[in-house]
């Protein structure tokens, strides 16, 4: 599990925008992350009234047909991208709610709607069917809004393997391909990011504080790494309680640790930093994010938000948010 610590900002821009990164040179560190947070708040309430605008629909779809997504630019404005010829009468709409920072409006191929339909599509190919050659050549596959596609990122990007992909899920111009930098690696991560380990192996690190049905009060961990029920959970040697349940399949990656030892009591205070652990129900591509856990802190930029991978063991996990690192 991978605690967002918090979340402000990305990249891309419309035909007609001249602004770069360095429109921000001189603001402080403090003035970014303030106007980060506007932008993440008039966001989520433009997606709010979009999802209840009315508007051609694709059945069962939470959004309208000309919706292709919202994200962040480098500026921190907000980006719409619309499927239409004509993005910019929907600006009114969008002004309801974007008052405090910069909106711009992007020409979109793809509906969102149609995206996450090849995405269901492409998350059950790889559990399912994939060939391995397929699978092992993989590290993550996702809806990238600012590109408006889903991007497909292989440790090989050859003619060859392209077509393979192609030939064995579908040749379809909502897909990009792009090279990857590395393998997948699970993150383990009772403050939020302090190590946890089963017995007898490596530290992993504490998710974030929870509480199941039962009103029983405990941590989330990694499913990877707390691999059966009942299996003991140590921090510095010390047993503080043990595995009632977990999974890894499907859309998690998770075990609820039951806090047993009296002594111990779990809160959302990130290991290192005093700071209480931030919860964004929908992060935007372009928001940053900040993993911290037994081996440091991780700083990066959404890239997207419903991404699929293989982890530990050959397991597709999907609804993944992939996360760039700064450079």
Known sequence: MTPIIGLILLASCDNDRSHKADDNEGITKEELQAKARIAGKEGRELLQIIEKKPGTRSSGSAYPDYFGGIYLDENFDIVLVIVDDNP?????????KVKRVNLHLQKGDFSLNELEKIQEKLD???RNSAPKSIKDNLISAGIEVQANRISVEFIDISPDKINEFKKAFMDSPAII???GTGPFIDLANV??????KPPG????SVGYRARNSSNQIGIVSSGHLFTMVGQGAYINNVHVGQVANRQNSGTVDAAFIRITNSN??????????GQILIAVTHPFEGEPAT?????????????DVNAGATGTGGVYIRDLIQIVKYV
């Open 191 to 196: 403050n939020s990011g302090s190590g946890i």
């Open 201 to 204: 192996l490596n530290n992993g």
């Open 291 to 303: 993993l911290r856990d037994i081996n440091g802190a991780y700083r990066g930029i959404v890239l």
């Open 177 to 179: 391909f792009k090279q």
């Open 88 to 96: 910019e009468k929907f600006r009114s709409m969008a002004e309801e």
């Open 264 to 273: 111990y009591i779990p809160t959302n205070v990130v290991e290192g930093t």
């Open 124 to 126: 059950d190919f790889f």
